[in-house]
């Protein structure tokens, strides 16, 4: 999963310009053409969100903005590529996201292999019902 930064413009709600726009068009038919985009979005600034906050039973609803812009994401892609370098070789072709200064993180998704032999035989089947009926939404 590659996660773009909030930045403080992004918090505060300012779009991003026509040109802006083009150039993360183009990079995303790179991707689609080159078969590794899978999804991916802009985010609202977190004033317009939601978390839930969970202790045990209990469910707690706080309401955006949230602190530290800089480890919020603002945007994502969901790739499929062969290892982390090959991520770092398409995100370093990426336009900068933002108007000024910016980060992009890169996170690798747990596979159902990483989970070992918590991942019983009746989890496998689960999972791959869910899978099943998810793909292509």
Not at 104 to 116: K, M, Q, S, V
Request: aromatic residues 6%; contains cysteine; hydrophobic residues 40%.
């Amino acid at each position: 999963m590659v996660l773009v930064k909030a930045t403080k413009d992004s918090e505060a709600g300012l779009m991003l310009s026509a040109e802006l726009l083009e150039a993360m068009g183009r990079y995303n038919e790179e991707l689609v053409n080159a078969g590794i985009l899978l999804a991916g979005e802009g985010l609202h600034p977190s004033a317009k969100g939601k978390r839930v906050a969970f202790d045990g039973p209990g469910r707690t609803v706080i309401d955006g903005p949230f602190a530290a812009t800089g480890e919020l994401v603002a945007g994502f892609w969901l790739w499929q590529v062969k290892d982390m370098a090959e991520a770092v070789e398409w995100v370093k072709r990426c336009p900068n996201p933002m108007t000024g200064p910016s980060e992009i993180e890169i996170r690798p998704l747990f596979e159902t292999a990483d989970f070992g032999d918590a991942m019983t035989p009746k989890l496998m089947e689960q999972e791959d019902r869910i899978r099943e009926k998810t793909t292509g939404r």
